[in-house]
């Protein structure tokens, strides 16, 4: 798993910051978190891009955000493989079938820590293998993402945020 640069992921957290707030949200999971404050869960959503080089298709889906994307990855087209947001406890989970034998998940571990920030743990797995499981302690409302470049040339971008 390659980390993007410091530029690069500043860009991809705003531009998946967008797709995260007006995207494909389940609208009554987002109204009941907002009724019911709970301080042992937290809304979390996970997705996931596939960057192609040399392409210039953009999925109707981020649309709105096709600017930004391009900006970040020029000479690329975009398509998001999937979006899965739902309200977690510590140790339930979300997963995303990507397709391929791919498959992104989140764990919820610790809703919010001593430091102010939400305990995450983030996997890929390949064929039931895995490739990448991380923890990840980020603040509420902030994204936390990484990259995986495929066997076939395309970049698969991976976030997860909480709030």
């Keep these: 798993m390659t980390r993007p640069g410091r530029g690069r992921r500043l860009w991809i957290a705003i531009v998946l910051s967008a797709l995260t707030s007006t995207g494909d949200r389940p609208t009554a999971i987002a109204a009941q978190a907002r009724a019911e404050p ?5 809304q979390v959503t996970l997705f996931a891009i596939i960057a192609t080089p040399g392409s210039n298709a953009v999925d109707p889906k981020l649309a709105a ?49 001593e430091n102010g920030k939400i305990e ?18 980020t603040p509420p409302n902030q994204l936390f993402f990484c990259d ?16």
């Excluded at 064929?127 to 990448?132: D, R, T």
Aim: hydrophobic share 40%; charged share 30%; proline share 3%.
């Design 65 to 113: 955000i096709a600017t930004q994307l391009r900006k970040v990855l020029p000479r690329h087209g975009f398509k998001l493989l999937e979006v899965k947001s739902k309200r977690l406890r510590a140790g339930q989970s979300i997963r995303c079938d990507l397709g391929h034998g791919l498959s992104a998940s989140t764990v919820l571990v610790r809703p919010l820590d």
């Design 38 to 42: 709970d301080e042992d869960a937290r």
């Design 148 to 163: 995986r470049m495929l066997d076939d040339g395309t970049l698969l971008l991976i976030g997860v945020g909480a709030r």
């Design 120 to 137: 995450l743990r983030c996997a890929l797995r390949l064929n039931e293998v895995s490739q990448l499981d991380i923890p990840v302690a």
